[in-house]
T-cell receptor, first 116, second 112 residues
Framework: EAGVTQFPSHSVIEKGQTVTLRCDPI?????LYWYRRVMGKEIKFLLH????????ESGMPNNRFLAERTGGTYSTLKVQPAELEDSGVYFC??????????????FGDGTRLSIL | AQRVTQPEKLLSVFKGAPVELKCNYS??????LFWYVQYSRQRLQLLLR??SRESIKGFTADLNKGETSFHLKKPFAQEEDSAMYYC??????????????FGQGTILTVHP
């Protein structure tokens, strides 16, 4: 079984530019989560999809961040325009099950985003 | 609000010594606790969840609701245990739909 896949593994962009991160969950996993670890801080929840619907986006930092999951398969996280404080590692995780989300979450390798 | 605290950023032990990674949490609801591990150049992976009550790679963790703790223990550390360890909490009965709250992580180094 292929694991959670994230693209790119590393992205370096200048402040003000746009970046799009992609996550391919494990096939058949309805739940998809985005997390972020900013340097020196803990991994923090950003949002949760159940299939194509946003179930919880309480962790999204501001409206410069836009997440989508068209068709309930892969998801994208776009940052526009990027700011210096957006630098960090962005993790995607997926799990089986429906709304309860009580299955273990499987993580991708993460995308390291560096804003110059 | 839920919070997870791992008081030690770094922990060093010698091979064969016992190791305990501390985790304390604050949450008023019904928590489910996990330990995740990230080995060098590998992805974050689940090590233990408290509801399973199992031992993985010699590690155990017991949920102590009185002390709001979920410390990770291993009686005899091995060099291959060197990694970053994260304690995480999930609301088992509420409406958070599975999102995890993580501690800051503890880097464990096991010396030969």
């Amino acid at each position: 079984e292929a694991g959670v896949t994230q693209f790119p593994s590393h992205s370096v962009i200048e402040k003000g530019q746009t970046v799009t991160l992609r996550c391919d969950p494990i096939s058949g996993h309805d739940n998809l989560y985005w997390y972020r670890r900013v340097m020196g801080k803990e991994i923090k929840f950003l949002l949760h999809f159940v299939k194509e619907s946003k179930q919880d986006e309480s962790g999204m930092p501001n409206n410069r961040f836009l997440a989508e999951r068209t068709g309930g398969t892969y998801s994208t996280l776009k940052v526009q325009p990027a700011e210096l404080e957006d630098s960090g590692v962005y993790f995607c995780a997926s799990s089986q099950g429906g709304l309860a989300g009580n299955q273990p979450q499987h993580f991708g390798d993460g995308t390291r985003l560096s804003i110059l | 609000a839920q919070r997870v605290t791992q008081p030690e950023k770094l922990l060093s032990v010698f091979k064969g010594a016992p190791v305990e990674l501390k985790c304390n949490y604050s949450y008023s609801g019904s928590p489910e606790l996990f330990w995740y591990v990230q080995y060098s150049r590998q992805r974050l992976q689940l090590l233990l969840r408290h509801i399973s009550r199992e031992s993985i790679k010699g590690f155990t963790a017991d949920l102590n609701k009185g002390e709001t703790s979920f410390h990770l223990k291993k009686p005899f550390a091995q060099e291959e245990d060197s990694a970053m360890y994260y304690c995480a909490l999930r609301d088992a009965g509420g409406t958070s739909y599975g999102k995890l709250t993580f501690g800051q992580g503890t880097i464990l180094t096991v010396h030969p």
